[in-house]
């Protein structure tokens, strides 16, 4: 192609972009769109999975402030961080920033809460999500995530010497999803036959021949509104409600990886979840399951999983869309610009978590001391994970099985890339003994 008409065709776009943000540009944030079409995305993807991301968002910092413009994917956006930035970005109303992306944004960053539709059909959904994910009706759960736990320890650890953590570790928490939305913990991978399922749960429960609560999709299928009408239609519970929840045992599966990582490497801690696991363990009988209770007396090992999810986030952050003009720090944030949130900012900020490199759970024993909107692990606001409850169970249950069973040594690189979520450059690789205890029989076995 002739060079004139390349540089031209180049230039277009910055015409287009120039003349776009001309009207506001006193107040626009500092910083630069890049080329346009790719504009900083491959610096920004290379530094993710490089783990390097950190120090990439540092270096913007210092040169253009704490609020600055860059281009993601050929979209411009608005990079905010800190308490005030978290926020505003979980904090505020649906009407004003949309959750809204493409899968590609949200894949980016490991932020694949699917949840991702505009108010009201984000409140509706959310709320039917969350009357089922209610601590009420997840409590008859524990028993079937215990046995799962059990099921699996006895396939994939049990007279093993060595274990790669992270690949078991996902096929153990998408069987508990699995079981959980089709009391079947069959693994289905495809959207159409979750639709299937939900037609098949439908008909079901017409005839009267399902309990609402057997499973979440019968019980999603059969919340119904004040008029009698279907709280969320067929299309609404497969693409958004199982989905998700599919989509998130791949954040479990990475967080008990790292809790696993960090008990291999912190041998006082490691001594100090065992005590207070082996508390709970000596007060059961054989075979018997884990129950709500067991969970809530879990308290020094939740903060160890919360003190692992400070260092290492799942979720590296993610994008909202301004659905409006949105003022922010002084800064005009333009209608449907991006903008760009990030955990480790104030995870990793030693005002708020003093000497941040360093593991220490005591951080969350006074959880009135921790800033609000500083530690976003879990997001923050009307959009705080709804499944948080769920997670708790499967990771506590797992951490409880492993460690009172087995101890384990890390034999491979202790190195970490994100891609987008963090992961051990070789899956987390352990050589693992078995404690003696002869508690844990599978109900079979007895
Ligand atoms: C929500 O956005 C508005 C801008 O429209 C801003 O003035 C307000 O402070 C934000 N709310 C929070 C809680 O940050
Ligand atoms: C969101 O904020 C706008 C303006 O501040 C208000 O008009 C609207 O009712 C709010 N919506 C919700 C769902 O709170
Ligand atoms: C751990 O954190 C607690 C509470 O923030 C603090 O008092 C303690 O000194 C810290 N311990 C170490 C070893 O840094």
């Known amino acids: 192609m002739n060079i004139y008409l390349t540089s031209l065709l180049f230039l277009i776009p910055i015409f287009l972009l120039l003349s776009r943000t001309r009207r506001y540009s006193k107040r626009i944030p500092p910083g630069s769109l890049g080329i346009p079409l790719i504009g900083q995305s491959l610096g920004f993807l290379r530094a993710l999975h490089t783990n390097t991301a950190e120090k990439w968002l540092e270096d913007r910092i210092k040169k253009y402030g704490p609020v600055s413009k860059l281009s993601i994917l050929g979209k411009p956006t608005v990079f905010i961080h800190g308490q005030a930035a978290n926020k505003f970005v979980f904090h505020n109303n649906s009407s004003i920033l949309a959750n809204q992306q493409p899968e590609s944004f949200a894949k980016i960053l490991g932020d694949r809460n699917l949840l991702e539709v505009s108010a009201p059909d984000h409140k509706r959904i959310r709320e039917a999500l969350v009357s089922f994910l209610k601590p009420e009706s997840l409590k008859q759960y524990v028993g079937k995530a215990d046995e799962e736990i059990r099921k699996h320890i006895e396939i994939y650890w049990k007279g093993k010497q060595t274990v790669t953590v992270l690949p078991v570790m996902k096929i153990l928490t998408f069987d508990i999803i699995c079981s959980l939305l089709f009391a079947s913990g069959k693994a289905l991978r495809a959207q159409k036959l979750v639709k299937e399922l939900v037609h098949e749960k439908r008909a079901l429960l017409e005839k009267k021949g399902a309990s609402p609560r057997q499973d979440l999709i019968t019980s999603l299928v059969s919340m119904h509104d004040e008029d009698g009408k279907p709280v969320l239609i067929d299309k609404e519970i497969v693409q958004n409600v199982v989905l998700s929840l599919l989509g ?16 291999a490497n912190e041998p006082t801690v490691c001594a100090a979840v065992l005590q207070e696991q082996q508390e709970i363990a000596k007060s059961k009988a054989s075979g018997e399951s884990l129950t709500w209770e067991d969970l809530a007396k879990m308290k020094y090992t939740w903060r160890v999983v919360m003190e692992t999810m400070r260092m290492f986030p799942p979720i590296f952050g993610g994008f909202r869309k301004a659905l409006t003009d949105i003022e922010f720090d002084g800064y005009l944030i333009p209608k449907g610009w991006q903008i760009l949130w990030v955990a480790p900012m104030t995870h990793m900020d030693n005002r708020i978590f003093p000497e941040p490199s360093k593991f220490n759970q005591s951080r969350f024993e006074n959880q009135a001391s921790i800033p609000p909107y500083s530690f976003i692990a879990f997001r923050g606001g009307s959009r ?6 769920f997670g708790r169970i499967e990771i506590l249950i797992t951490i409880h099985y492993l460690l009172t069973q087995y101890k384990w040594k890390l034999c491979g690189d202790n190195s970490f890339i994100r891609d987008p979520m963090p992961e051990p450059s070789q899956g987390l690789p352990i050589k693992v003994w078995p404690r003696d205890s002869h508690r844990f029989l599978l109900p079979s076995e007895k």
């Open 384 to 389: 705080m994970c709804p499944a948080y409850d």
């Open 248 to 263: 998130g045992y791949e954040t479990s599966a990475t967080v008990i990886t790292f809790i696993i990582r960090q008990l």
